[in-house]
C-alpha cells in the first residue's frame, strides 16, 4: 500500500513542496516517506508520512542496522523535524521557492567574482607573484567562507554571504568541495617552496623572480584549478548565469 492521493497532497501542501530535512524546495522532485516502515506497522495514515527530497530520502534508508555506523533517524526525530517545517510554513517565516531560488542565485554570482582574478586566469607558470598568487587562493576561501570579498591590500571590495545561507543543499555541498581542493592547492604550494620545487629570489630593483624544478607541479596546479572551475561552472549553469573557463588569458606564440 501506499498514501492516498489525499494525504499524500495534504503533506506536500503543509510542506509547500520542501523538503522537511535539508529544507529546499524541490518542486516534482519530492517523495512521501513513510516515518515507520509499512513492514514494520507503519501505516499510511498522514501522521505517517514526511515529505523528503530524493537525497534526504535515500539518506534516511541508507543505514544499515546491521553494520551500524553513526545515528539512525529515529521516527521522533522525523515527526519533529517536519512538524517544525510545517510550522514555519503555516506562520508565513518560512522562505518562499521564488525567494530562496534568487537569494542562491545572487550568492553564487557574487562567487563568481571571487574568482575573477589572475589567480585562476593565469597558467602557473606564468603568475607574476607567487605570494600573490597564494593570497589570492587564500582570499577566495575566506569570501566563499565568510562572504567577504577583500582586494590584494586588504581592502573590503564587496559583502554578500558564505556558502553555509545556500538553500540549495547540493550546491553548498558543491561549494564545500570546491573551498577544500582550495585549501589541497594552498598546502601543496607551501610544500613545493618547503621542498625547493619552486625557488624564490631577488633581482635587480629588489624584483622578486621565480625558478620552478619540477613541471609535474605546475600541472597539478593547473589541472587542479581547472576542476574548481569545472566543479563551480557546473552550479552557474544550474542557476542560470555565465560560467568559467582556465585558462581565461592564452598566451600566443609573438612572431618578430
Known sequence: MSFSQKVAEDLLVQAARFC?????????????????????????????????????????????????RGRKFQPSELKRLR??????????KAPSAAVSQDEDTEL?????????????????????????FDKAIEDTITAINTGCLLSRDGKTLAMAKGKSYLHNQQWRDQMDVIVDILKAIRSRYKLAIQLGQIQVGNGNHSRQ???FHD????????????????????????????TLIFPRKRWRNRHY
Not at 515507520?36 to 530520502?57: K, M, R, T, V
Not at 512538524?83 to 508565513?92: H, K, P, Y
Open 83 to 92: 512538524d517544525d517545517w510545517f510550522g514555519l510554513v503555516a506562520s508565513g
Open 209 to 211: 623572480f621565480y625558478c
Open 20 to 68: 522537511c530535512l535539508c529544507r529546499q524546495y524541490k518542486g516534482t522532485k519530492i517523495e512521501v516517506h513513510h516515518i515507520i516502515q509499512e513492514a514494520n506497522g507503519g501505516s499510511d495514515e498522514h501522521e505517517n508520512g514526511i515529505p523528503l527530497c530524493f537525497d534526504c530520502h535515500a539518506e534516511v534508508e541508507s543505514y544499515n542496522t546491521k553494520h551500524p
Open 215 to 242: 613541471s609535474e607541479l605546475a600541472q597539478w596546479m593547473d589541472m587542479t584549478r581547472a576542476e574548481v572551475l569545472q566543479l563551480f561552472s557546473n552550479i552557474c549553469k544550474e542557476a542560470g548565469i555565465k
Open 108 to 132: 553564487i554570482r557574487f562567487y563568481s567574482q571571487c574568482f575573477d582574478r589572475p589567480a585562476f586566469q593565469d597558467y602557473f607558470q606564468q603568475e607574476g607573484t607567487m605570494e600573490a
